[in-house]
């Protein structure tokens, strides 16, 4: 029982044992929508493009998550915009802006002398989490999840069916990038815990395994919200009792539960089936396009 | 208190102006130089009840999005019960193609039937109890309130369309553009949206139909519209 209460005597530990926590909740609630949505290369490529406005920031001595969420906000309206030419197809643009900002951010940071900083923005640092990241964390925690309250009725049916959204008159452009700027808000908090190569994998890993057992989008969510915080919970204790890199241990963690669940979801279910009019039904199991 | 979608009012209908009008229609999709929609004029009265027949990209499809405002007008103008859309989104629902719908998308049929009635309720407000009730009775109306629980994935086309037609009904619209609600659907499916359909005109609601088939209903309607290359042919 020890070694569960243990790494709890370090305030340091506390602290990322509560980020993580906040940080699990908010990433599968908002990607809850960002997996039904299709919008997982969005995310990809949101986290990446992070990069430059960390290092700016910390070459300036400014706030890292300032920075960081300028320069996602920057791209996701951009991507929004852009992808609005329909001769500029928006996976191709999702393609190519990750590396371009990425590569801006290594331009920027091979200025520089220091590398071990890099290493924290690109794999994250949930164990250096600082009393003000905590309160900035918990802020935008707050704010984000309230508006997925407010507006879940809307994002719902946004996502079933966007046309129908729009014949009654919802302002779709608006919700678009409404979503568009809440994932830019998560994967700032995100990038604090598993830095901004690997954010996105616990936007998405955990949904993905929650998806493989539930036809309901409320109890998926919350499945969502138990795997990420399993995970990030757990991520913490794997790195401190083996002494790896708390972000990759999170990922890790998460894609355990996902191979997990799909082992059990497949030994108890059988695969799908040919139905209707020959046509490949792919029922609860799938989340690949047609 | 209630926040509608649309920032304009919804105004009660004009009792003299017909239930549609169109006048010099001019429609394209965004990116394209050429017209989908071209020159298009027409006059519905209330209470009719139209076929629009065509070949396969003659516009019908397009004609139902500009009407509901899916699609920007670029000429021309279009007055349902004598105002522009955005003060009657209520008034008008568009039954889609089945294709357009996120089928795997993990709700109920019931959540997706209830989704009609969103229109009257706006920003924040949670369907209430008044608002499940009639979505029920849309579901029994289409003979499928035994699919009620359903996740939407596990529907056949049929079954799918029948649900869609519910979710229109919900929405208790006064003008109805359904796009090829017969097609490739079963002959029981085909017999209850006839049936529904007899049954909505009987109350007076004006119903635009775009079909493949429209010779086998011929009697069915009161007049036709036919369609080619974004152009009205006959009357």
Redesign the interface.
Same mark, same amino acid.
């Given at each position: 029982m020890h070694y569960l209460t243990d790494p709890f005597q370090y305030e340091f530990i506390r602290r990322a044992v509560l980020a993580a926590v906040i940080i699990g909740v908010l990433c599968a609630a908002l990607g809850t929508f960002v997996v +039904?949505r299709r919008m997982a290369v969005v995310g990809h490529a949101l986290t990446h493009s992070a990069l430059p406005g960390l290092v700016i920031a910390y070459l300036m001595g400014g706030s890292l998550f300032a920075g960081a969420l300028i320069a996602t906000v920057l791209t996701a309206l951009g991507i929004g915009f852009l992808s609005r030419? $329909?001769?500029v197809y928006e996976d191709t643009l999702v393609g190519m802006v990750p590396n371009i900002m990425f590569a801006f951010g290594i331009l920027l940071i091979s200025t520089t002398k220091s590398f071990r900083d890099l290493f924290s923005m690109l794999f994250g640092n949930i164990l250096g989490v600082t009393d003000g990241d905590l309160h900035l964390i918990m802020l935008i925690s707050a704010v984000s999840l309230v508006a997925l309250f +407010?507006?879940y009725? $809307?994002l719902? +049916?946004f996502?079933?069916?966007p046309?129908?959204a729009?014949?009654?008159?919802?302002?779709v452009k608006f919700m678009h990038y409404g979503i568009l700027l809440f994932l830019s808000f998560t994967v700032v908090v995100g990038i604090q815990a598993v830095g901004t190569v690997l954010t996105n994998a616990l936007l998405v890993i955990p949904v993905a395994a929650a998806?493989l057992l539930?036809?309901?989008?409320g109890v998926?969510m919350i499945l969502s919200c138990i795997f990420a915080v399993l995970s990030a919970v757990g991520g913490i204790y794997v790195s401190y009792y083996l002494g790896s890199a708390s972000g990759a241990s999170i990922v890790i963690f998460a894609a355990l539960i996902f191979g997990l669940v799909w082992i059990v979801r497949s030994l108890s279910f059988p695969p799908p089936t040919k139905?209707?009019?020959g046509k490949l039904?792919?029922?609860?199991r799938?989340l690949r396009d047609e | 208190m209630k926040f509608?979608?649309?920032q304009?009012r919804h105004r009660p209908p004009d009792p003299k102006a017909p239930a549609l009008e169109i006048q010099g229609l001019g429609v394209s999709y965004?990116?394209e130089e050429k017209f989908a929609l071209r020159d298009f004029d027409i006059s519905v009265p209330a209470g009719s009840n139209l076929a629009l027949v065509g070949p396969n990209g003659a516009g019908k499809s397009t004609l139902f999005k500009a009407i509901?405002?899916?699609l920007p007008i670029r000429q021309g103008h279009i007055r349902v019960f004598g105002h522009p859309l955005?003060a009657c989104?209520?008034r008008?629902?568009?039954l889609?193609q089945r294709s357009?719908?996120?089928w795997?998308?993990?709700?109920?049929v019931l959540?997706?039937v209830v989704?009609g009635r969103?229109?009257y309720?706006g920003?924040?407000n949670?369907?209430r109890k008044s608002d499940i009730e009639i979505a029920r009775h849309a579901l029994k109306e289409m003979n499928v309130l035994d699919l009620v629980d359903r996740?939407?994935?596990?529907l056949?086309?049929g079954q799918q369309q029948r649900v869609l037609i519910a979710?229109a009904l919900t929405?208790n619209a006064d003008l109805l553009l359904l796009d090829e609600p017969l097609n490739a659907v079963d002959a029981s499916t085909r017999q209850t949206v006839a049936e529904v359909l007899h049954k909505i005109k009987a109350q007076g609601k004006t119903v635009i139909v775009a079909t493949h088939y429209y010779n086998q209903e011929e009697g069915r309607y009161d007049k036709a519209i036919y369609l080619k290359d974004g152009h009205k042919c006959i009357i």
């Open positions: +039904l030419d $329909e001769n +407010l507006f009725k $809307e719902k +049916l996502t079933v069916d046309n129908y729009k014949t009654i008159g919802m302002p998806r539930t036809d309901r989008l998926m139905t209707f009019g039904q792919r029922g609860s799938s | 509608p979608y649309c304009h965004s990116s509901c405002g899916l955005a989104h209520h008008v629902v568009y889609p357009e719908i996120d795997y998308f993990p709700i109920s959540d997706l989704m969103y229109v309720l920003w924040f949670r369907p996740q939407i994935s596990k056949s086309g979710r929405q």
